[in-house]
């Protein structure tokens, strides 16, 4: 609730508490008077916003006018009503905005059916803007700005005629600064009223000055029965994490309920500008048996009290007489402790800062990863594995599953259960060199060495079950050719795999795929049994193709790529340069220049003739760029890299500065 209120959409009178009202005292009647009844649901919001008042309050996070377009300027806007549509699902089907806002001059002139004139044009973003000359009106569709046009020139109905819960809503508090009125048979703005039938809720806020601001909530009852003492302490909930002043006062009128705080602006930022301890680090060389205590480093915060702070093993507070290890501030570098008789392989460890916003939390995971070499003989199923690290585990603890596939996470317990699951150790303690094996592993499966259990977040170790060989792909653009390679040899020296460049395996055990379908050449085509360097040619592969080399029997790919083309690029001194690759119409280039200080795009057709083809070369000299915000930058910078797209998709090419 208390980010819905420090947004666009929030708080509370200046003098006298407030009550709801039947007349309109608002001074956004300039905005409110362009939605049309058009845009009316049964499930909806309103929101207005007044941007000059609400800046001069020095919130840690300002408000932001909901334009979703570069081509206006944010801060020039003084007033928004915008509309939002709960019925089916969420969206926003009409927003209003008044100040000094100019459209792009390339706009177009037009006139409703009832003869307002105004000026449109279409964003790159879906949608339509378009201004009357006094405001400016973006929707999804051409046919409600007309209505908005409309509206207002009398010449339609207007939602607050057609909606009276709406109406007076934003009548409550018709001083505040910002308001927003719902009407929602879910109200997913406030929780804990779902037992509630209630008319409309109402949030608002007031800024009183720099440092201080009112909110304000308030609901419409169907039933005035219902403004019970539970029903309000609910109510008062909605500011659990805002930073206040005082208590909550609280006004019953008749079926209308509200409550007012003042909240604390400079405590806020005093927060947000305060960073929590965090960034848990435990050194892995610590002494399980012999060491008394395990020593976890702070990474970064700064000084917090420890009594605003609390340490979870395995989500259960620990002792803070222990963890706390005699600090009375943690901050970056300190040290906390845990007993080492509560240490265990994958213990969970998380320190949580509370705070007047809520809290903030940082989790770590000891002893999450084990070392074990495997071994899997794709034909008799078997997979061998020996325990190769130094610590000492419990047998009776650590379990060993095979799943048919990688089991996902989930919150919940609908997991996926595994298709093989046992205790290889059992009774005993495991120690380095230590073996097992597992029985009925196919191709694909994953395999996961658990402790206390055989879930996704019990592993210590996984192991996915490949099958033998892998895939390599060259794609030839001009005559749009494809190879496809299969390679047997070990992916490094270190593979836990034996020497298999001699390895043979009948060619129906792999399948090429374009697209998800087979391959109209095969390996059985040309082979009866492959090795490393066993080779298929594919004609007449479409660029953006996508293909997969895949073991029959399962489907499991042991390569995949996507056709495209290819440029080697060189950066020298702010020229970019086709030093090999393939030749490709310049038409269908552009290139992506990332410089310090933002980016800007190259049309390369604007500056070749023909193809972009080895020896060409374009020069980057852009005066400024665009940064992230959508702002454009004067000085452009020092260029980072520069990408070339082709057919504004395929990254096709890369220069970097020599560095």
């Known amino acids: 609730m208390a980010a819905t209120l420090t947004g666009s959409t929030v708080a509370a009178p200046d003098g006298d508490r407030p009550k709801a009202s039947t007349t309109t005292e608002s001074s956004f009647d300039d905005v409110l008077a362009y939605l049309p009844a058009s845009v009316a649901e049964d499930s909806m919001g309103v929101a207005v916003t007044n941007y000059e008042r609400m800046r001069e309050a020095d919130q840690p996070y300002g408000?932001?006018?909901?334009?979703?377009?570069?081509?206006?300027?944010?801060?020039?806007?003084?007033?928004?009503?915008?509309?939002?549509?709960?019925?089916?699902?969420?969206?926003?089907?009409?927003?209003?905005?008044?100040?000094?806002?100019?459209?792009?001059?390339?706009?177009?002139?037009?006139?409703?059916?009832?003869?307002?004139?105004?000026?449109?044009?279409?964003?790159?973003?879906?949608?339509?803007?378009?201004?009357?000359?006094?405001?400016?009106?973006?929707?999804?569709?051409?046919?409600?700005?007309?209505?908005?046009?409309?509206?207002?020139?009398?010449?339609?109905?207007?939602?607050?005629?057609?909606?009276?819960?709406?109406?007076?809503?934003?009548?409550?508090?018709?001083?505040?600064?910002?308001?927003?009125?719902?009407?929602?048979?879910?109200?997913?703005?406030?929780?804990?009223?779902?037992?509630?039938?209630?008319?409309?809720?109402?949030?608002?806020?007031?800024?009183?000055?720099?440092?201080?601001?009112?909110?304000?909530?308030?609901?419409?009852?169907?039933?005035?029965?219902?403004?019970?003492?539970?029903?309000?302490?609910?109510?008062?909930?909605?500011?659990?994490?805002?930073?206040?002043?005082?208590?909550?006062?609280?006004?019953?009128?008749?079926?209308?309920?509200?409550?007012?705080?003042?909240?604390?602006?400079?405590?806020?930022?005093?927060?947000?500008?305060?960073?929590?301890?965090?960034?848990?680090?435990?050194?892995?060389?610590?002494?399980?048996?012999?060491?008394?205590?395990?020593?976890?480093?702070?990474?970064?915060?700064?000084p917090t009290p420890i009594e605003d702070l609390t340490l979870e093993i395995d989500d259960e507070p620990y002792d803070r007489e222990i963890w706390a290890d005699g600090h009375g501030k943690l901050e970056e570098g300190d040290t906390i402790v845990v007993d080492m008789d509560d240490v265990e392989p994958n213990l969970s460890v998380s320190l949580t800062h509370e705070h007047e916003l809520g809290s903030s939390s940082s989790r770590t995971t000891i002893l999450s990863h084990f070392r074990f070499e495997s071994s899997y003989d794709i034909d008799s199923g078997e997979l061998t594995l020996e325990y190769a690290d130094d610590f000492s585990l419990d047998g009776e603890e650590v379990f060993l599953a095979v799943y048919d596939e990688r089991p996902i996470y989930r919150l919940d317990e609908d997991g996926s259960e595994p298709r093989v699951s046992?205790?290889?150790?059992?009774?005993?303690?495991?120690?380095?060199?230590?073996?097992?094996?597992?029985?009925?592993?196919?191709?694909?499966?994953?395999?996961?060495?658990?402790?206390?259990?055989?879930?996704?977040?019990?592993?210590?170790?996984?192991?996915?079950?490949?099958?033998?060989?892998?895939?390599?792909?060259?794609?030839?653009?001009?005559?749009?050719?494809?190879?496809?390679?299969?390679d047997f040899a070990p992916i490094s020296p270190d593979s836990e795999s034996e020497p298999t460049d001699d390895v043979e395996r009948s060619a129906s055990e792999y399948e090429l795929q374009i697209d998800g379908e087979p391959a109209d050449t095969q390996w059985t085509d040309e082979f009866e049994t492959v090795s490393t360097g066993a080779t298929l040619e594919i004609d007449d592969v479409a660029v953006g193709s996508d293909v997969e080399a895949v073991w029959a029997e399962t489907d499991t790919p042991i390569g995949r790529t996507q056709t495209q083309p290819s440029i080697d690029l060189a950066y020298d001194g702010g020229t970019v340069e086709h030093v090999g690759g393939d030749a490709l119409p310049a038409a269908d280039l552009e290139a992506e220049i990332w410089a310090e200080n933002g980016s800007y795009?190259?049309?390369?057709?604007?500056?070749?003739?023909?193809?972009?083809e080895d020896g060409d070369s374009f020069t980057v000299d852009a005066e400024s760029v665009t940064d992230r915000s959508g702002d454009d930058v004067d000085e452009i910078g020092a260029v980072n890299h520069v990408l070339v797209r082709y057919d504004g998709q395929y990254q096709v090419g890369y220069a970097f500065p020599e560095r």
């Open 63 to 302: 408000p932001s006018p909901p334009i979703n377009t570069a081509e206006m300027d944010a801060s020039n806007v003084s007033k928004s009503a915008f509309v939002t549509s709960y019925t089916d699902e969420y969206s926003q089907p009409l927003t209003v905005l008044s100040g000094d806002i100019e459209l792009p001059e390339s706009t177009d002139s037009s006139e409703t059916d009832a003869g307002v004139e105004y000026e449109y044009y279409e964003p790159e973003s879906d949608g339509v803007v378009g201004s009357d000359g006094d405001v400016v009106v973006g929707s999804t569709d051409r046919e409600t700005v007309e209505a908005a046009f409309d509206a207002n020139a009398g010449e339609a109905d207007r939602l607050l005629e057609a909606e009276s819960a709406i109406e007076s809503g934003l009548s409550t508090f018709p001083e505040s600064d910002a308001r927003s009125v719902q009407i929602s048979d879910e109200q997913p703005t406030l929780g804990g009223f779902e037992d509630v039938d209630i008319e409309y809720s109402v949030t608002a806020q007031t800024v009183i000055d720099a440092d201080t601001m009112e909110m304000s909530v308030g609901i419409e009852l169907a039933d005035e029965s219902d403004a019970t003492d539970e029903l309000i302490e609910t109510l008062e909930s909605q500011f659990a994490y805002a930073a206040t002043t005082g208590e909550p006062s609280v006004e019953v009128d008749g079926s209308f309920v509200s409550t007012t705080v003042t909240r604390d602006l400079a405590a806020e930022r005093a927060v947000r500008e305060h960073e929590s301890p965090g960034y848990l680090q435990v050194e892995r060389d610590f002494d399980i048996e012999d060491d008394d205590l395990l020593e976890i480093e702070i990474g970064r915060g700064d």
């Open 422 to 486: 046992t205790q290889p150790w059992d009774g005993e303690t495991m120690s380095e060199g230590d073996t097992a094996t597992v029985e009925d592993v196919e191709v694909g499966d994953t395999v996961i060495v658990g402790w206390k259990g055989t879930d996704y977040d019990d592993s210590i170790w996984q192991h996915q079950a490949d099958p033998p060989g892998r895939a390599r792909f060259e794609y030839e653009y001009d005559s749009e050719t494809l190879e496809a390679t299969l």
């Open 601 to 612: 795009t190259l049309a390369l057709g604007d500056e070749i003739d023909g193809d972009f």
